[in-house]
């Protein structure tokens, strides 16, 4: 009895990834999936932290870097810190520079929570990624929309300059998009359109985690 209690308690963590172009609102749908958990439910994992360390290039070899690109990512240690949060291990997390192109020194610790967000552009693109997930949801947005969004983050918390920003979606934002992110869409168990604005649809993705719980 006791046995079969403690099986009982040891219930695997509910995985969830959600992918969408770049400003499309998925940091919108993540949050709303933590506001619908409470803290300490969720453990989230951002794509964005898991770009490859360049600190052996040069910085203007690492300013040209696609980073819309699946080969920008370390998969492999993205996939290896979930499955250490699946089996209930806590992690340290890359933090990125995106100012100097490559990894910080320091780290971030994840705790392991019931919920497991894997959030990013690609984050439906790998197949061995993608099949740990329970819940695979796509957050879709006019690319106009998109585009704004994009341009008035990086200026604001990225320091760049608006002719540098159109430059880099025109060369490689938008290209990659169409090519890798928006055919991932077919993968998706949900498609989230108007992004972080579709308020119904956040709100039955916050009644499904709340039925998790």
Not at 65 to 81: G, K, R
């Amino acid at each position: 009895m006791i046995h079969d209690l403690t099986a009982t308690a040891i219930r695997a963590p509910f995985i969830i990834g959600v992918a969408g172009g770049t400003g499309s609102g998925k940091t919108t749908v993540t949050e709303r999936v933590l506001e619908a958990a409470g803290v300490g439910s969720v453990a989230i994992l951002a794509q964005d932290s898991y770009y490859r360390d360049q600190s052996h290039l040069p910085l203007e070899l690492r300013e040209q870097t696609n980073y819309d690109h699946p080969d920008a990512f370390d998969w492999e240690l993205l996939s290896l810190q979930l499955g250490q949060l699946i089996s209930n291990e806590p992690v340290y997390c890359p933090i990125y520079d995106f100012n100097n192109h490559t990894r910080a020194s320091t780290t971030m610790a994840i705790l392991p929570a019931p919920i497991i967000v894997v959030e990013g552009i690609l984050a439906l693109y790998d197949a061995d990624l993608r099949a740990k997930f329970d819940l695979k949801v796509f957050v879709d947005a006019d690319p106009d929309v998109r585009f704004i969004r994009r341009l008035q983050r990086d200026v604001r918390e990225r320091g760049r300059s608006p002719e540098s920003v159109i430059h880099q979606y025109l060369e490689t934002v938008r290209p990659s998009h169409l090519q890798f992110i928006e055919p991932s869409k077919r993968y998706a168990d949900v498609i989230i359109p108007h992004g972080g604005m579709n308020e119904p649809a956040l709100e039955m993705l916050g009644a499904r985690i709340r039925t998790v719980l």
